[in-house]
Nanobody
Framework: VQLQASGGGLVQAGGSLRLSCAVS????????MAWFRQAPGKEREFVAA????????QYADSVKGRFTISRDNAKNTAYLEMNNLKPEDTAAYYC????????????????????WGQGTLVTVSS
């Protein structure tokens, strides 16, 4: 299974970007999809997750109302729509998944994911 993340770039504060995460090597619905990010000098943090069975979503408080996670089953791709971007959103964004379902209460935990994409850099200028 491989994940290919794309869509990062440089944007001004208040702008928007859409990240994509293409899944290959297995049926898309085989496991949850999540986005994490890591800013320079900081620890990796949870951003958003999608249960591909129940369609439930979870978001970090810092991105609620601004970011939306979604998926296109036909394209085996997950997306992270990011609106009203802020300088503090600057980070490398990673998509992650695992094979098999997990309980909803764990979907935000990085340790439950064992398949990671290569990261795509988002830079928000003030």
């Amino acid at each position: 299974v491989q994940l290919q993340a794309s869509g990062g770039g440089l944007v001004q504060a208040g702008g928007s970007l859409r990240l994509s995460c293409a899944v290959s090597g297995r049926p898309f619905r085989s496991g949850p999809m999540a986005w994490f990010r890591q800013a320079p000098g900081k620890e990796r943090e949870f951003v958003a997750a999608l249960d591909t069975w129940t369609y439930n979503t979870q978001y970090a408080d810092s991105v609620k109302g601004r970011f939306t996670i979604s998926r296109d089953n036909a394209k085996n791709t997950a997306y992270l729509e990011m609106n009203n971007l802020k300088p503090e959103d600057t980070a490398a964004y990673y998509c992650a998944t695992r094979n098999g379902r997990i309980i909803t209460s764990s979907i935000h935990r990085a340790e439950v994911y064992d398949i990671w994409g290569q990261g795509t850099l988002v830079t928000v200028s003030s």
